[in-house]
């Protein structure tokens, strides 16, 4: 027998054993003074430890993989929930519950595709950050987390937000774009939204997991103010904003260590630097050592039986005893766990699956983040709004008779009644592929009651451009399916698609494009089509939100979270790195580009993208005014006046970038804030922003304190990153210091 099985029988008896045992939380011969929830969490967690035997310490540090097709089929845990991402036995007899964890940003997922869990899914990740609406992002996750609440779960393993470096990269539908800014607000807010159930969320994956090609065995290399500039500040920013209670470290290194056993990441940056009181769990199958990983910072193995080996379980007991990892580290491991678990309300408010969800009320929800999500990047003559009163309407491709795509892996929420369609491939993980039961088709058909819809395959292009040659109105659906472990190979549209939407766009040449891809795609196609809107993964209701948005119920307000490139050539790796045919290939990925991610790059060499970060049209016009800006009580606030100039009601994002004149930062300039404003036609609205001083900065790395140069900086108040609709003005700021919160350092006149 090996010492994992012998492990996982000895963990097995011990959960059995507690779960016989009465809870005997409140009981008069068994006082448990850390239930006292006037204390605070840090303190109940030290109560509570104090109390735990070794072998009690040891449950915490070891997690299972919650379902039964492990990679090496060893025993299923019995109480964990069936189909789920993890399991952490609790100790019942200190009141101490269990932690069951799923599945993640976009809802409820299941491991399995085989009875699995039917919930509600967001939009992408992406599709929300596109929202640049926070509010929405806190009620997504609010909702989900109620889901997870009523399913069982205490942890949501949510919070994804590795920067978009590369547009191939498999799960760029899970995260939130390329800006450090905007996905750090965005996703802190789902994970503060997720958390309000009382549960823990992640953020993950802690760091530098920008592809899929070679997770396991690249080394990211970046310089540590560069990393700190951006990927490390989006999770910064993420963990200030949302406080998660955990941190999930990634699969690959990160300059040479592994991310789970990396002192840099873990120790200094994370839990020195920046103060993060919770714990670190691995990714599953992402620790490599026991005395490293745990004196390096890794606080919990996950889903151990993805590892090598059962690292967290015996390996650490006999590491403690002999004292290559330190009592008081073991403690602290524990305590972090404990800690999480008390301040989250995991521990007062246990779970109880009781199924109770409104689909109906989180349908919408879903939906109404899916309408905001849309991007419209092109619309010629006003081909849209689509008029109501048309006699045909041709909808060609996408499978838009049945569903609406989404993407795959351990994130894949499965909708009520199972996909809308069956049997594409790849059918084993990272799939099946899933349809979301909202088709366009029905939907576009019941906001035209009066026209007659006729739906094309696309799978002969010359048959759907003889429809379309005919029809009022010609919607032509391009999608893109993807999942996690795979990178994108390029950025075409696949199975012949773009000469699909060629065909039909030269029979009609008012063909609108609706794409449900990951994230960005080349658009050979452009020219010929009138409009395009990017709908992403829209999640549940994704069909009536297609459908609202192409009719002008709901006005576009969308934008791009991420740059749209022209070629592959424009980016900082035309060609990825590692095979995906030499899966065991060890590699580097040198991110040469340092901090100047996404529209940084692009403005930085010149280039000239297919549509630029923050890019997104309305059915309405927004012009600037009054820009204005000063320093107030420390901070630089920013004024100017929105106006919606055009016919109907609609939401701007006036976006502000700020510019150095005089010091120098990775790129020309940086978001540095943005506010979403609903107007009413006519109307004009007054916006002040609080820019975050860290955008202003540079980090100064010896000291580690962020610096604004004294000096002129432009403001520019546009509608995407290539600065259109812009106005700007130069204000000059003092020199400042900051902590690496963005909090004033009194100056001591010294460097
Ligand atoms: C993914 C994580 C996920 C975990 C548990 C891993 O493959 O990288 O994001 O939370 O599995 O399912």
């Not at 990951?518 to 994704?542: C, D, E, H, I």
């Amino acid at each position: 027998m090996t010492t994992r099985t012998t492990t996982l029988i000895k963990h097995t008896l011990a959960v059995a054993i507690a779960a016989a045992l009465p809870l005997i939380a409140g009981a008069a011969e068994a006082p448990m003074p850390w239930m006292n929830r006037a204390l605070s969490a840090g303190q109940r967690a030290t109560l509570v430890l104090k109390e735990m035997t070794q072998e009690e310490k040891l449950q915490w540090v070891y997690g299972y993989f919650g379902s039964d097709f492990a990679p090496k089929k060893t025993i299923k845990i019995a109480a964990a929930l069936p189909s789920s991402a993890g399991y952490i036995p609790g100790v019942a007899r200190l009141g101490l519950p269990e932690l069951f964890e799923t599945d993640a940003g976009l809802g409820v997922a299941s491991q399995a595709s085989a009875n699995p869990r039917e919930r509600t899914s967001l939009p992408s990740g992406l599709a929300t950050a596109a929202t640049w609406n926070p509010k929405l992002a806190y009620q997504g996750g609010a909702m989900i987390g109620a889901e997870a609440r009523a399913s069982g779960f205490n942890v949501m393993l949510a919070g994804g937000v590795n920067l978009m470096r590369d547009p191939r990269n498999g799960r760029n539908f899970e995260y939130a774009g390329e800006d450090p800014l905007l996905s750090g607000i965005m996703v802190g807010q789902a994970v503060k939204g997720i958390q309000s159930n009382h549960l823990i969320s992640t953020v993950k994956h802690y760091a530098l997991n920008n592809q899929e090609t070679g997770r396991n065995e690249l080394d990211a290399r970046i310089g540590d103010v560069a990393a700190r500039t951006s990927d490390l500040l989006a999770m910064q920013l993420v963990i200030e904003q949302g406080d998660p209670g955990s941190v999930m470290c990634a699969y690959n290194r990160v300059n040479g260590p592994y991310a789970c056993e990396n002192a840099w990441l873990l120790n200094e940056v994370l839990k020195q630097d920046w103060g993060f009181k919770g714990y670190v769990m691995s990714d599953w199958g992402a620790v490599h050592s026991t005395v490293a990983s745990a004196n390096n910072g890794l606080d919990q193995q996950s889903g151990s039986e993805f590892d090598k080996s059962p690292y967290f379980a015996g390996a650490l007991e006999e590491a403690v005893k002999t004292g290559s990892v330190a009592q008081s580290r073991f403690d602290n491991m524990v305590y972090r766990i404990l800690y999480a678990m008390f301040d989250k309300g995991v521990v007062d408010h246990p779970v109880k699956p009781d199924g109770a969800i409104d689909f109906a009320a989180h349908g919408l929800i879903s939906r109404t983040d899916a309408e905001e999500s849309m991007v419209l990047l092109k619309n010629d003559g006003q081909v849209l709004p689509l008029r109501k009163d048309v006699k045909t309407i041709a909808v060609i491709g996408g499978y838009a008779d049945q569903g609406v795509l989404s993407g795959g892996g351990s994130s894949q929420v499965y909708p009520i009644g199972g996909s809308a369609v069956k049997g594409l491939l790849p059918a084993s993980w990272p799939g099946p592929v899933v349809y979301h039961p909202s088709a366009p088709v029905k939907e576009i058909a019941a906001l035209a009651p009066g026209a007659k819809v006729v739906f094309d395959s696309g799978a002969d292009p010359a048959r759907a451009a003889q429809l379309a040659a005919s029809a009022d109105a010609v919607i032509v659906f391009g999608t893109h399916w993807i999942g996690e472990a795979n990178d994108a190979l390029d950025l075409a549209l696949p199975d012949k698609q773009d000469e699909l939407i060629a065909a039909v766009a030269a029979a009609n040449p008012r063909t609108v494009v609706v794409l449900e891809t990951s994230g960005p795609v080349l658009m050979p196609w452009l020219g010929k089509t009138a409009a395009v809107l990017q709908a992403w993964y829209p999640g549940t209701r994704g069909g009536e939100a297609i459908a609202r948005v192409l009719f002008g119920d709901v006005n576009p307000s969308g934008h791009l979270p991420a740059t749209f490139p022209a070629s592959l050539s424009q980016l900082p790796r035309p060609v990825l790195d590692g095979d995906p045919a030499k899966p065991q290939m060890q590699f580097k990925v040198d991110y040469h580009e340092g901090a100047a991610v996404g529209y940084k790059w692009f403005d930085l060499k010149k280039h000239k993208p297919l549509f630029p970060f923050g890019h997104g049209l309305s059915y309405t016009r927004f012009e600037y005014s009054a820009l204005a800006g000063g320093y107030k009580d420390g901070q630089l606030q920013v004024r100017f006046k929105v106006s919606n100039t055009g016919k109907v009601a609609g939401k701007d994002v006036a976006q502000l970038y700020v510019s150095p004149l005089g010091a120098r930062w990775e790129a020309p300039k940086r978001l540095a804030g943005w506010d979403k404003v609903d107007l009413q036609p006519g109307e004009t609205r007054e916006v002040t922003l609080t820019v975050e001083p860290r955008m202003l900065a540079v980090l100064h790395g010896p000291s580690k304190t962020w610096r604004i140069a004294k000096g002129k900086y432009t403001l520019l108040l546009a509608q995407d990153a290539g600065g259109t609709g812009e106005s700007s003005i130069t204000v000059d700021l003092p020199a400042r210091k900051l902590d690496l919160h963005g909090k004033a350092v009194p100056s001591t006149g010294k460097r």
